[in-house]
């Protein structure tokens, strides 16, 4: 069997492998890169969801690429035109021709000797198992499984007559034009799904056992389009997405230091914008403190405005029963449905399900450390993307492509071949991969990597202090270890 080799290998072609392409070509044009990708076709998350309405919670000058200006009328963009946006990245900049798609990465397997990743793929035309070898491989393959989404199991679910639906594989012939539907959820998805449902069914009822922080934001950034008027596209672009990002961490500084008074002005928001008189509480008001969990963002404030029209309406109870014709509430409130769409979360997955072993000993990732929330403590030349849960994906992902191409060019400098972050502090302890209490995080925390106590193996999800230490540290910082291969170059 023939087996390819390649410098670079990137897993997925999402938001972040077609980024990450980009920077190792601009940084590295003399190195191979190949991207695999299992589906057919590029664009990760933002081909994969194709629900009504779907859209970015987070502004496109944050969202989109350092090297590429949003130049779209709205900062918080639809789904399409996201996905617009990255097939043009891909065209732009030539990363098209380095993709293989129907390609799924099985396993890999880190030769010390050879300083090389062997790397099983599985053809998925006709299942044949191919070997792949690279220097660096770099995952870009999210944090969730593309197979299914996550349905909690509610009694009396098949007696239902209606249709069931998961946001994460929509039928695109389901017509819900005048029926009753009700959506099982708080998060952004269900969010995004209400206030567009409500524009054809007849009722739209959200129905949520608890409550999630909601901020209404223009879809269009005023400032924005002031400065493109009279700036360059990309001086208007970089000023806009630093405003954005200090807005952010601002916000969140604040909500972290003062939370009584960030949850405060968060209901304010939401009181004004609903009919006086509404239950803000419970339907607005979580038990948590904000940014414990993402909040939610609706543009224009849709959800706020299809309440207001009553073309929708909130529910926060939990399900006894599902009947026949509906659901029955532990309230003992009956809702009568006829398409129920459970906007119940994600089923996170590591790494896209591969396994990992290093001289063919299996890695157990949820005993690793993440070393600056891109490698992992033990594991020679490999990163991975993992965007921020308090700002933008594409911040991290574009960090960490950046900050790859810088090690593998001072490897490069140096004659080196390997690299490998090695915890030598007894002082650092595992902690939480993340700080965050949602469901769908804490169902899956024995799937991914540890953090450390502090720096570098801590997550400050915080992006100047990832700039500093990602773009200006030193590479020599001792817990870095540079090696060369025992065995020739093949």
């Given at each position: 069997?023939?087996?390819?080799?390649?410098?670079?290998?990137?897993?997925?072609?999402?938001?972040?492998?077609?980024?990450?392409?980009?920077?190792?070509?601009?940084?590295?044009?003399?190195?191979?890169?190949?991207?695999?990708?299992?589906?057919?076709?590029?664009?990760?998350?933002?081909?994969?969801?194709?629900?009504?309405?779907?859209?970015?919670?987070?502004?496109?000058?944050?969202?989109?690429?350092?090297?590429?200006?949003?130049?779209?009328?709205?900062?918080?963009?639809?789904?399409?035109?996201?996905?617009?946006?990255?097939?043009?990245?891909?065209?732009?900049?030539?990363?098209?021709?380095?993709?293989?798609?129907?390609?799924?990465?099985?396993?890999?397997?880190?030769?010390?000797?050879?300083?090389?990743?062997?790397?099983?793929?599985?053809?998925?035309?006709?299942?044949?198992?191919?070997?792949?070898?690279?220097?660096?491989?770099?995952?870009?393959?999210?944090?969730?499984?593309?197979?299914?989404?996550?349905?909690?199991?509610?009694?009396?679910?098949?007696?239902?007559?209606?249709?069931?639906?998961?946001?994460?594989?929509?039928?695109?012939?389901?017509?819900?034009?005048?029926?009753?539907?009700?959506?099982?959820?708080?998060?952004?998805?269900?969010?995004?799904?209400?206030?567009?449902?409500?524009?054809?069914?007849?009722?739209?009822?959200?129905?949520?056992?608890?409550?999630?922080?909601?901020?209404?934001?223009?879809?269009?950034?005023?400032?924005?389009?002031?400065?493109?008027?009279?700036?360059?596209?990309?001086?208007?672009?970089?000023?806009?997405?630093?405003?954005?990002?200090?807005?952010?961490?601002?916000?969140?500084?604040?909500?972290?230091?003062?939370?009584?008074?960030?949850?405060?002005?968060?209901?304010?928001?939401?009181?004004?914008?609903?009919?006086?008189?509404?239950?803000?509480?419970?339907?607005?008001?979580?038990?948590?403190?904000?940014?414990?969990?993402?909040?939610?963002?609706?543009?224009?404030?849709?959800?706020?405005?299809?309440?207001?029209?009553?073309?929708?309406?909130?529910?926060?109870?939990?399900?006894e029963m599902i009947e026949p014709?509906?659901?029955?509430?532990?309230?003992?409130?009956?809702?009568?449905?006829?398409?129920?769409?459970?906007?119940?979360?994600?089923?996170?997955?590591?790494?896209?399900?591969?396994?990992?072993?290093?001289?063919?000993?299996?890695?157990?990732?949820?005993?690793?450390?993440?070393?600056?929330?891109?490698?992992?403590?033990?594991?020679?030349?490999?990163?991975?993307?993992?965007?921020?849960?308090?700002?933008?994906?594409?911040?991290?992902?574009?960090?960490?492509?950046?900050?790859?191409?810088?090690?593998?060019?001072?490897?490069?400098?140096?004659?080196?071949?390997?690299?490998?972050?090695?915890?030598?502090?007894?002082?650092?302890?595992?902690?939480?991969?993340?700080?965050?209490?949602?469901?769908?995080?804490?169902?899956?925390?024995?799937?991914?990597?540890?953090?450390?106590?502090?720096?570098?193996?801590?997550?400050?999800?915080?992006?100047?202090?990832?700039?500093?230490?990602?773009?200006?540290?030193?590479?020599e910082d001792g817990v870095l270890?540079?090696?060369?291969?025992?065995?020739?170059?093949?």
């Open positions: 069997m023939s087996i390819e080799h390649i410098d670079t290998l990137i897993v997925g072609a999402g938001l972040s492998g077609v980024g990450s392409a980009v920077h190792l070509r601009q940084g590295l044009p003399q190195q191979s890169v190949l991207i695999l990708e299992a589906r057919e076709r590029l664009g990760g998350t933002w081909d994969l969801f194709r629900y009504p309405g779907i859209r970015s919670d987070s502004d496109m000058h944050t969202l989109g690429y350092s090297f590429k200006p949003w130049t779209g009328a709205k900062a918080i963009a639809d789904g399409p035109s996201i996905l617009q946006y990255v097939q043009e990245t891909a065209q732009e900049f030539g990363v098209l021709p380095l993709i293989r798609f129907g390609h799924k990465v099985l396993s890999a397997n880190w030769d010390s000797a050879a300083a090389r990743w062997h790397v099983a793929v599985k053809r998925l035309a006709d299942d044949t198992v191919l070997q792949v070898q690279c220097r660096f491989l770099l995952m870009c393959s999210g944090y969730y499984n593309y197979e299914h989404g996550y349905t909690p199991a509610f009694p009396g679910m098949d007696s239902f007559k209606g249709q069931v639906v998961h946001p994460q594989h929509w039928p695109q012939d389901l017509d819900y034009r005048g029926q009753q539907v009700v959506v099982i959820g708080s998060g952004a998805t269900a969010m995004t799904l209400v206030p567009e449902m409500a524009k054809l069914a007849g009722l739209v009822t959200l129905l949520q056992r608890s409550p999630t922080y909601v901020v209404a934001r223009p879809s269009r950034d005023a400032i924005a389009d002031a400065l493109r008027g009279f700036l360059p596209a990309k001086i208007a672009y970089a000023l806009t997405r630093w405003k954005n990002v200090l807005t952010g961490l601002f916000y969140f500084t604040l909500a972290r230091s003062k939370p009584e008074l960030a949850k405060a002005r968060i209901l304010q928001g939401a009181a004004q914008a609903l009919p006086a008189g509404y239950a803000v509480n419970p339907h607005f008001t979580p038990s948590y403190k904000p940014w414990d969990q993402r909040i939610c963002l609706v543009p224009d404030a849709d959800l706020f405005a299809a309440i207001s029209q009553g073309k929708a309406r909130m529910v926060t109870d939990t399900i014709q509906g659901l029955r509430l532990h309230s003992g409130e009956f809702l009568r449905a006829d398409v129920i769409v459970t906007a119940t979360g994600l089923d996170l997955l590591g790494f896209g399900g591969m396994e990992i072993s290093v001289d063919s000993v299996p890695l157990k990732v949820a005993k690793c450390l993440s070393y600056k929330g891109m490698m992992l403590n033990g594991v020679p030349n490999f990163a991975y993307v993992f965007g921020y849960t308090n700002a933008s994906w594409t911040l991290k992902s574009d960090l960490t492509g950046q900050y790859v191409v810088r090690l593998l060019r001072h490897m490069r400098r140096r004659g080196l071949d390997s690299v490998v972050p090695q915890l030598n502090d007894a002082t650092v302890h595992p902690e939480p991969w993340v700080d965050f209490s949602s469901g769908y995080f804490q169902r899956a925390m024995d799937r991914f990597p540890k953090q450390g106590s502090k720096k570098p193996w801590r997550l400050y999800q915080n992006y100047v202090r990832d700039l500093l230490a990602l773009r200006w540290s030193s590479l270890q540079f090696g060369k291969a025992r065995l020739p170059s093949q």
